[in-house]
């Protein structure tokens, strides 16, 4: 007899990291909105290239080019780092997505961004999601040859500390972040809170 947990996992082998496409268009805005709702767009990069809920709608398909562009080679002479975008599907239907960044040429991204984040929809969220979308990013580290990866969250989130420690997150420190890395970060609070910075060794993954 199948466990639940066996059923589960056998649900999410299907799921998978996909290039942003405008097939992904309905379910994608559906996730937007329901992200609009939280008040946290920025974990579809949206703000962060000019778009709000309404403009998604309009100009998709520049939208979806624009977040491809994220990942050229031009961007480490004009950003310093390069941002890969992928978005995981299930079944053709946009859950979440995640971003690995093969440099760190930032003061932000080496103090507190990392190699990779991760975000999946309001409404999809204590699904099993979580531990996938990382265990996909992690692949996509090894065939970019990554050796190991810097992976952050703040104190105050249980769920991704359990996600990063179960995918092999080692802890190895915490910084308090700033008013002005809070208000990045969109966290509305004036109370200080704590990044833990974790790294994941990468070379016992290759194949």
Not at 102 to 122: A, C, D, M, Q, V
Request: glycine share 8%; charged share 30%.
């Amino acid at each position: 007899m199948t466990s639940p947990e066996s059923a589960l996992a056998g649900v999410l082998d299907a799921v998978s990291l996909e290039t942003p496409a405008e097939i992904y268009r309905e379910s994608f805005l559906d996730g937007a909105t329901a992200f609009v709702a939280e008040k946290r767009l920025e974990s579809t990069y949206a703000p962060f290239l000019g778009y709000d809920l309404h403009r998604l709608r309009r100009e998709f398909s520049t939208f979806v080019w624009d977040l491809k562009q994220l990942a050229d080679a031009s961007r480490l002479h004009s950003s310093g780092y390069r941002d890969h975008l992928y978005w995981l599907i299930d079944d053709g239907e946009y859950i979440g997505q995640c971003s690995v960044r093969t440099e760190l040429g930032t003061p932000y991204l080496i103090t507190y961004g990392g190699h990779i984040g991760y975000s999946i929809r309001p409404d999809r969220r204590q699904q099993g999601y979580g531990r996938r979308i990382l265990a996909l990013a992690l692949d996509v580290c090894v065939n970019l040859e990554m050796d190991r990866i810097l992976i952050t969250c703040d104190e105050d989130n249980q769920p991704s500390r359990r996600i990063i420690e179960a995918n092999g997150g080692q802890f190895e420190s915490s910084l308090t972040m700033d008013r002005a890395v809070r208000r990045a970060e969109g966290r509305k609070g004036q109370e200080d809170i704590q990044k833990l910075r974790y790294w994941i060794e990468l070379k016992d993954r290759r194949r």
